[in-house]
């Protein structure tokens, strides 16, 4: 396992490596600088800040530059925020993110699994239909459109939650900016484990159990569940995928002071080391997480360690 | 031609697919012809008539919006460019995933191990930063919206293809073709290529909501279509920063789109039982 795992973590670092090239690179070749936007400088000013921010060097140097401070995670200075860093300007951000982020996901597993666990043991039944539709429509609405629809008739008509961030306190302001970013993920884990919890439910273990008198939420407790959860679980990359890029929205409607509201305004700023690092550090968080789920996936599944 | 007439039999008989059908043509058809018969032009202010509510006045059907301009008019041209983006996009992510897929497949081995391991790391990176990144280093213009969305969206599309060509490939016609001399690239794209369509149209209509989704929430932070062209995503922008005064801003553009992906998707749900059904059953 710990042959496994960290033959996994060295299949990672040319993915990063990637990424960071890929990144970079793109960045690098946008047409104008990131001085050219502002009132016209004095040439000497304007060479000076190229020298500072190292863009006056051949592009595989400043590459080489940025790889081996990226290491000591040194993601240089912020081109608009100009006291802060971009490391930083993460390190602040992040935790907001991460919070809302966590708890998005575990109230999707919670209800995903709940409802799509409900479909399958009532299919073909009203109840296995109306959560069948009602994931196809969290599917298909994205979280920018479920986000202010939320807050209109949550927040602003009735009045119940609050609608922004700021000048609230406690848990009642996570509760819409949670839900909007649950709510496609929910959509997504119940359709899931329907389809793998009908297979499971299907299987000759389970018609054994079946045959010894076992009860169905016995059956659905003990041996189930489990396998059930194994695309679920596969899933899991995907998901923290979509709840990253939610957030990026979510956080802009609610105002709050995450990482994703820092890299749109960074985006529409052009700014382009914190975007640069932003990506990078979502890219770098992505592939971890995918490497973890994979880790847990070999854990519960032993079939697969063997290829 | 019988198994075309087959598949049309299947699909007419299918009721949540010529439902949704139903809605998107007449949605579509709406947002053609509804903006030729208004009094209104998709970029005229008029400061006289800010943010009027829906009603009869003016034939101002869905209300105006915070610069007077007709909201009919701009959720219908809006409308027509999600379409459009959408299906830009998708016949972009159709080509390559189809070219890669069947190239993939076709050669198989060492080349094959490599390029489906090149798709497997793409599919793990949170892609739509990338194409943010690309839109920041970029002027924004609609041909690189549609590459860049058209090139998240191939990667599905390759997959399936790769699987599919890897069993068309062992077929009799396929080394007939091969033993009479036919070059790879014309066994690609003439042989195989051609009975891959099925597969192709059930994922492509699978892709157009993706690429909805995807234009649509970059026109929603600002980065996508600009002023004062606009796409159903930058009017849920505008009436985000509206709705406590004119919740008809946000509701009416935010619905078209629900209903617009809503349909694609089961749309896409049903061509898949249709064209599935002799595997399923």
């Not at chain 2, 059908?21 to 032009?41: K, T």
């Not at chain 2, 077929?171 to 597969?199: K, M, Q, W, Y």
């Not at chain 2, 929430?217 to 005064?245: H, K, R």
Request: proline fraction near 4%; charged fraction near 15%.
């Amino acid at each position: 396992m710990l042959r496994y795992a960290l033959l996994r973590l060295l299949g990672a670092i040319p993915t990063l490596l990637l990424v960071i090239v890929l990144a970079f690179l793109m960045v690098h070749a946008a047409p104008g600088g990131p001085f050219d936007d502002e009132r016209v400088l004095p040439p000497e000013t304007r060479a000076a800040l190229e020298a500072a921010y190292d863009l006056d060097e051949p592009l595989h140097q400043q590459l080489l530059g940025y790889l081996s401070r990226l290491v000591r995670g040194d993601m240089g200075p912020s081109y608009r925020y100009r006291d802060h860093t971009v490391s930083e300007l993460i390190g602040n951000a992040f935790p907001v993110s991460l919070k809302l982020g966590a708890m998005a996901m575990l109230l999707a597993i919670v209800i995903g699994v709940a409802a799509g666990s409900l479909a399958a043991l009532r299919r073909n039944t009203l109840v296995d239909r109306a959560v069948m539709v009602l994931a196809m429509t969290g599917i298909s609405i994205p979280v920018f459109v479920i986000a202010p629809v939320l807050v209109l008739f949550l927040a602003v008509n009735l009045n119940w939650l609050p609608a922004g961030w700021s000048g609230n306190e406690g848990a009642a302001r996570f509760v819409l900016p949670v839900v909007a970013l649950a709510l496609p993920q929910i959509a997504y884990i119940a359709r899931l484990t329907r389809a793998s919890m009908i297979d499971v439910l299907a299987s000759d273990f389970v018609r054994t159990a079946r045959a010894q008198g076992l009860g169905t939420s016995a059956i659905v407790r003990y041996h189930a569940l489990k396998p059930a959860m194994l695309p679920v679980l596969s899933y899991m990359g995907p998901a923290i995928a979509a709840i990253l890029t939610g957030s990026v929205v979510v956080e802009e409607i609610f105002g709050i002071p995450g990482l994703g509201q820092f890299f749109v305004r960074g985006a529409l700023n052009r700014d382009y080391t914190l975007v640069l690092g932003i990506v990078i550090f979502y890219a770098t968080l992505v592939v971890l997480l995918n490497l973890v789920v994979d880790l847990l996936y070999s854990a519960i599944d032993p079939r697969i360690r063997r290829r | 031609m019988r198994m075309l007439a087959d598949t049309l039999r299947r699909m007419s008989k299918s009721r949540s697919l010529m439902f949704s059908a139903g809605i998107l043509v007449s949605i579509v058809i709406v947002a053609i012809v509804g903006p030729m018969l208004s009094p209104h032009d998709y970029q005229q202010t008029d400061f006289d008539n800010l943010l009027h509510a829906p009603g009869r006045a003016h034939m101002q059907f869905f209300g105006t919006d915070d610069l007077g301009r007709d909201l009919f008019v701009r959720s219908m041209l809006g409308v027509q460019v999600t379409i459009v983006v959408a299906i830009v996009a998708s016949i972009v992510s159709l080509v390559i995933g189809v070219a890669y897929g069947a190239i993939a497949g076709y050669v198989g081995g060492r080349v094959d191990a490599v390029m489906m391991r090149f798709v497997d790391t793409l599919y793990a990176l949170p892609f739509i930063f990338f194409v943010i990144l690309l839109m920041v280093a970029f002027e924004r213009n609609f041909l690189l919206i549609f590459v860049a969305i058209g090139a998240i969206n191939w990667l599905d599309m390759a997959r399936i293809v790769r699987g599919q060509t890897l069993s068309l490939r062992e077929r009799e016609f396929v080394d007939a073709a091969r033993l009479t001399g036919v070059s790879a690239a014309r066994i690609i794209f003439r042989h195989i290529a051609p009975n891959l369509v099925g597969v192709v149209i059930v994922y492509v209509t699978l892709t157009i909501p993706q690429a909805i989704l995807v234009e649509s929430f970059l026109s929603f932070l600002g980065l996508g279509i600009q002023e004062p062209q606009t796409s159903l995503g930058a009017l849920v922008d505008a009436g985000v920063n509206q709705m406590e005064g004119a919740s008809w801003m946000l509701l009416i553009p935010a619905a078209l789109l629900a209903v617009i992906l809503l349909c694609f998707n089961f749309l896409g749900d049903a061509m898949r039982d249709v064209f599935d059904a002799k595997d399923a059953r």
